[in-house]
Structures are given as structure tokens and as C-alpha cells.
């Protein structure tokens, strides 16, 4: 069974960064990329961007470039999203999500609220 | 690729049928992808490749369409399928829909 699995939810201040994870079980983590979409309060969901977790090449949407950063961990089956220099805007929900040839899965959610 | 749903809001009746569209500014061939979403929930996988159910979804869900034009379907409305429903391509980048809320008339 395919599964992604967050890291918990975080609370920021203003200008910091905040990294989230997301631990893939059920298939081989180096078949797929690993995406990131974020959901804002009441808005619909926005895709960030993708690490290939064979060779660590990324994509990111450009409303996300210079302030994102994802990567992937072949040792740990993991992948990780890094946004920096966060905003009151960035307070959403997290996911990580893998479009593979037979399905499209997602972790859970990560909530991060940016609050001074 | 801009994807565009239709209509924003839905109202219909339990027992009747729901038919929610999405149209893409560009053709994404049949890598398109249906998903519900209810509050506090991460989006559930209805519908990959325009048409091909995924594992355990009821099969009163069907979506057609390729090209630039989608429809998913719901027959016989239950009370559980009363959300918001979003639309993905991956055929060039990625990109979501706005979704489109299914309410109970």
C-alpha cells in the first residue's frame, strides 16, 4: 500500500523558515517525483513544484522561486520542502503528493500558521 | 495550463445526478485527474487518466473527456458526496482547477 506520511504541524514567526517532510512507504521512492501543493484557508490547492527523487532535480512554480527549496533523501525514502522568508500569505496547508502510473496519492496535510 | 471548472457552486438533490466540468486553456491529452475533498481532509483521488476509476471509488463516479474538455459524472447522489471537487492536469507542469462545491439542494 502506498503511503506518504508528514511531519507535524508547525507554528512560525514571520521571516523564518519552516521545512516539512514526507516519508514515502509502498513503492520505490526513485520511481516518481514528489510534489508539493499548498492549500491557503478557504482557497483551492496550488502545486509548488516537484524534486525527482532519482537525480534531486527540482521544478518550481514561479510564484515559489527564491524562496523554495525541496529535496530528497534515497537513504530514508524521504522528500522535504523548504520555504524561507515566510509571510503572513504562507499560513496553509502542506501536501506532498506522487503521480504514479497507476494512482495519485497524498500525505496527509502539513499545517503551518505564520504568526508574529 | 489554466484550468478552468464550471460551475463554482452546484445545488442538487440526493438521488439525482451531478455533472461538474473542466476545461483546459490547452490540450492535456487524458492526463487529467478528478479528486473530492471534504473539510479537514487531504483531496481523495476519484478519477486518473480522464477516465479510469481508482481502486475502491463507487462506480456511480465516471469522468470523460480528452483534449481540453472533462466531465466527471455522479449518478444518484448520496449524501456523503456533498464536497468540493477538484480537477488536475499533468500533462505539461501541473495545475489544479478551482474546484467546484457540491451542495445539497
Known amino acids: 500500500e502506498v503511503q506518504l506520511e508528514q511531519s507535524g504541524a508547525e507554528v512560525k514567526k514571520p521571516g523564518t523558515t519552516v521545512k516539512i517532510s514526507c516519508k514515502v512507504s509502498g513503492y520505490t521512492f526513485t520511481d516518481y517525483y514528489i510534489h508539493w501543493v499548498q492549500q491557503a484557508p478557504g482557497i483551492g490547492l496550488e502545486w509548488m513544484g516537484f524534486v525527482d527523487p532519482e537525480d534531486g532535480e527540482t521544478l518550481y512554480a514561479e510564484k515559489f522561486q527564491g524562496r523554495l527549496t525541496m529535496t530528497a533523501d534515497t537513504s530514508t525514502d524521504t522528500a522535504y520542502m523548504q520555504l524561507s522568508s515566510l509571510r503572513s500569505e504562507d499560513t496553509a496547508v502542506y501536501y506532498c503528493?506522487?503521480?504514479?502510473?497507476?494512482?495519485?496519492?497524498w500525505g496527509q496535510g502539513t499545517l503551518v500558521t505564520v504568526s508574529s | 495550463i489554466v484550468m478552468t471548472q464550471s460551475p463554482a457552486t452546484l445545488s442538487v438533490s440526493p438521488g439525482e445526478r451531478a455533472t461538474l466540468s473542466c476545461r483546459a486553456s490547452q490540450s492535456v491529452s487524458s492526463s487529467l485527474a478528478w479528486f473530492q475533498q471534504k473539510p479537514g481532509q487531504a483531496p481523495r483521488l476519484l478519477i486518473y487518466g480522464a477516465s479510469t476509476r481508482a481502486t475502491g471509488i463507487p462506480a456511480r463516479f465516471s469522468g470523460s473527456g480528452s483534449g481540453t474538455e472533462f466531465t466527471l459524472t455522479i449518478s444518484r447522489l448520496q449524501s456523503e458526496d456533498f464536497a468540493v471537487y477538484y480537477c488536475?492536469?499533468?500533462?505539461?507542469?501541473?495545475?489544479f482547477g478551482q474546484g467546484t462545491k457540491l451542495e445539497i439542494k
Open positions: 488536475q492536469q499533468y500533462n505539461n507542469l501541473y495545475s
Open positions: 503528493q506522487t503521480i504514479a502510473a497507476v494512482g495519485i496519492y
